[in-house]
């Protein structure tokens, strides 16, 4: 069964530093997501991604992040400068279609810990 | 913006047990997901919907749209059914399709 890969699966780094998550979605969905879950928390939406922009995005997703579908391939969550409370799990998604009736596919997950 | 209560936060089973979670939300929506969510942190889903129930094996998912509530039950609960269940919705605006979360139901069952 197609799914959503993403890596790495963990990622150490220290502050200020720039990091790049990646994801790839399931080969025919045109439409990717970003979540996060800070730890004990609960998951919140960053973004929406959908013919090579951004179709919504939160609050949180401020100026120091970014994504980008480099190749036919590959989503990617980038971080410029990192900061201790952006230590969490980050989750990829995609869907065939934006519409209600189209299920997510979640990613297993990369745990971002910021040091 | 769509506020996601889930209910109870914990709760432990004896193995055989029926399991009961709830999710009620504040503003309609055009759907609801169940996911689950074990240990290691990977979410998976498990039902969307929309209206009425769907039933996959053990697991029972249903939706009350006019009282914008939703119930998971599992059937014949097992240790391995052991995870966070958490339920999130797309709400009905147009051009929106992220998902509002709940904080999840942390299930144990014990043999």
């Known amino acids: ?115 | 913006k769509n506020e996601v209560e889930q209910s109870p936060q914990n709760l432990t089973a004896q193995e055989g047990e029926f399991i009961t979670i709830n999710c009620s939300y504040s503003v309609g929506i055009s759907a609801l997901h169940w996911l689950q969510q074990h240990p290691g942190g990977g979410i998976v889903s498990l039902f969307m919907l929309s209206s009425g129930k769907k039933k996959h094996g053990r697991l029972i998912a249903t939706i009350n749209i006019q009282e914008k509530h939703s119930s998971l039950h599992i059937t014949a609960s097992h240790p391995r059914d052991s995870a966070v269940y958490i339920c999130a919705v797309r709400s009905s605006g147009a051009g929106s399709y992220q998902l509002t979360f709940g904080k999840g139901t942390k299930l144990s069952v014990i043999p």
């Open chain 1, 1 to 115: 069964e197609p799914e959503v890969t993403q890596t790495p699966s963990h990622q150490v780094t220290q502050m200020g530093q720039e990091v790049i998550l990646r994801c790839v979605p399931i080969s025919n969905h045109l439409y990717f997501y970003w979540y996060r879950q800070i730890l004990g928390q609960k998951v919140e939406f960053l973004v929406s991604f959908y013919n090579n922009e951004i179709s919504e995005k939160s609050e949180i997703f401020d100026d120091q992040f970014s994504v980008e579908r480099p190749d036919g391939s590959n989503f990617t969550l980038k971080i410029r400068s990192t900061k201790l409370e952006d230590s969490a799990m980050y989750f990829c998604a995609s869907s065939e279609s934006p519409g209600s009736s189209y299920e997510q596919y979640f990613g297993p997950g990369t745990r971002l810990t910021v040091t």
